[in-house]
């Protein structure tokens, strides 16, 4: 599975745009990326998976260049309710999740 | 619409005690996992399960640990001689074999070993 490096956390106001990037440099060709989140006293919770170009659901976006070295995760105008870590995951087959540590997002009034 | 189910929520053992866990997975779903995670850091690996029949074990699993699925439907994770560093969240999730990259997490059971 390739190794991924994200920031180990940000802050951001609500109503803001939050954009979470994600190094995958040895990424292979079969592999998608997936993100995941994680509310305090929760288990993860799937957002969005991708391979190329542009992914969008109800809860973010996924952008991911040409060259797919990175990933980003984008939150569309956060609440405090968006307030939680946040895991991207590299792989091709998913029988076990490989986690990070993943990025702390916190969101502030 | 049940979600995946964990019991119990918090268990406190002393140490050399053995504990199991139970997990009820999404009724539909034929994979079911158990991870580890301790504080500040994402979950680990623990195994995984189709059906009744476990795939894959982590080194994390040592031998005081063992995971079933006798019917294919919930499992339990028995930890046996507990020892300090088990003190963990232990979260198991489930998902269809054909997604398994959307797996469906419980709230975990919380250990702690004094």
């Known amino acids: 599975l390739a190794k991924t490096t994200q920031p180990i956390s940000m802050d951001s106001y609500e109503g803001q745009e939050v954009n979470i990037t994600c190094s995958h440099n040895?990424?292979?060709?079969?592999?998608?990326i997936t993100w995941y989140q994680q509310f305090p006293s929760q288990g993860p919770r799937f957002i969005i998976q991708?391979?190329?170009t542009k992914v969008t659901n109800e809860v973010a976006s996924l952008f991911i260049p040409a060259d797919r070295k990175s990933s980003t995760l984008s939150l569309p105008r956060v609440s405090l309710s968006d307030t939680a870590v946040y895991y991207c995951?590299?792989?091709?087959?998913?029988?076990?999740?490989?986690f990070g540590a993943g990025t702390q997002v916190v969101v502030t009034p | 619409d049940t979600g995946v189910s964990q019991n119990p929520r918090h268990k406190i053992t002393k140490r050399g005690q053995n504990v199991t866990f139970r997990c009820d997975p999404i009724?539909?779903?034929?994979?079911l996992y158990w991870y580890r995670q301790t504080l500040g850091q994402g979950p680990e690996f623990l195994t995984y399960?189709?059906?009744?029949?476990?795939?894959?074990k982590s080194r994390l699993l040592s031998d005081r640990f063992s995971a079933e699925r006798p019917k294919g439907s919930f499992s339990t994770l028995e930890i046996q001689r507990t020892e300090q560093g088990d003190s963990a969240m232990y979260l198991c999730?489930?998902?269809?074999?054909?997604?398994?990259?959307?797996?469906?997490f419980g709230p975990g059971t919380r250990l702690t070993v004094t």
């Open positions: 009724s539909e779903h034929n994979r």
């Open positions: 040895n990424i292979a060709t079969n592999d998608y």
């Open positions: 995951l590299v792989g091709d087959s998913w029988g076990k999740l490989q």
């Open positions: 999730a489930s998902s269809l074999a054909s997604a398994d990259y959307e797996q469906y």
């Open positions: 399960f189709q059906n009744e029949a476990q795939l894959e």
């Open positions: 991708g391979y190329k």
